[in-house]
């Protein structure tokens, strides 16, 4: 993510002490605070540091980031699990993606921007970022869930992940998270920017035609031929009331993107 100044109000939560911050979120935390990691775990733990390219000032907040709730259940952990730290986490992962996609894909619409960071921070891609940086080894889970498969699962290591961004941001404060979501994120960037580029066509003509403060294009099926596994369609889209351009697909939805796109550059619309 850029490297411009922090979102209003994070700056100098970002320079505070980890154990300043920490103290508010343990004090809520009826068990006593914890002991230190013992050696094999805290070594682990920065070996994964070294991984995700962070530095790990209090190794207890990345030992509870990656520690199920079955696991304190069943063992009696006083680290406690990574829920409230995946609730952070979530935030400071949306945020860093916004602040990312307002600066780097200017003059996009609200909606625009809102497609783009749902398909960067959806389960299934954050998901695909742990399984990425391996940090499912290194969950603690309980007996039952570590049985029924629980490593394996996408909720499980997505939420780990994000109780991860949010431990790297209590603990190294907002630049290095927003530049850890950058880095780690890159390949859904560029996923999302290419789906939006390709594939959002007509709701970008929608988008225009508000602004312009026309009327909505019309969408028309005027031709559809060929047997149904090898269906061809042709869409014609109206903008006030004329013909704007055509397009042709396998699909009537891949037909109407392909005749918004046409419309769009006739409206003069850069296509990025």
């Known amino acids: 993510m850029g490297h411009g100044h922090p979102a209003h109000g994070l700056e100098s939560r970002a320079e505070r002490p980890c154990h300043t911050i920490l103290t508010g979120v343990m004090d809520n935390n009826p068990s006593p605070i914890l002991d230190e990691p013992d050696e094999r775990r805290e070594d682990s733990l920065k070996g994964l540091a070294a991984r995700l390219g962070v530095d790990i000032h209090n ?5 509870r980031a990656l520690t199920h709730a079955s696991r304190v259940a069943e063992e009696g952990e006083t680290v406690g699990d990574y829920e409230s730290l995946e609730f952070l986490g979530d935030a400071v992962l949306g945020l860093a993606v916004a602040h990312y996609l307002f600066t780097t894909v200017p003059d996009r619409t609200p909606g625009e921007y809102s497609r783009m960071r749902a398909s960067m921070v959806n389960r299934q891609s954050v998901a695909h970022v742990a399984n990425t940086l ?3 080894p290194l969950i603690r889970l309980g007996r039952g869930e570590e049985a029924s498969g629980g490593r394996r699962r996408t909720a499980l290591v997505s939420d780990c992940l994000e109780a991860l961004i949010g431990a790297i941001y209590l603990d190294s404060g907002w630049n290095t998270a927003e530049e850890f979501v950058a ?9 999302a920017r290419q789906t939006d580029t390709v594939w959002d ?25 060929g047997p149904d596994h090898l269906k061809e369609f042709e ?6 009331g004329q013909s704007a ?3 042709k697909g396998r699909s009537k939805k891949e037909a109407e993107q392909n005749a918004a796109r046409v419309a769009l550059e006739r409206e003069g619309v850069v296509l990025r």
Not at 183 to 191: A, C, P, Q, S
Not at 201 to 225: A, D, T, W
Request: glycine fraction near 8%; include cysteine; hydrophobic fraction near 35%.
């Open 59 to 63: 190794a207890l907040l990345y030992d």
């Open 134 to 136: 391996d940090i499912a």
């Open 183 to 191: 880095r780690v994120f890159h390949d859904e960037f560029l996923k």
């Open 201 to 225: 066509y007509k709701s970008r003509l929608q988008n225009h035609c508000q602004g312009e403060h026309m009327g909505l294009p019309r969408f028309e099926v005027i031709r559809s031929e």
């Open 235 to 240: 869409v014609e889209v109206f903008l006030r």
């Open 245 to 247: 351009g055509r397009g």
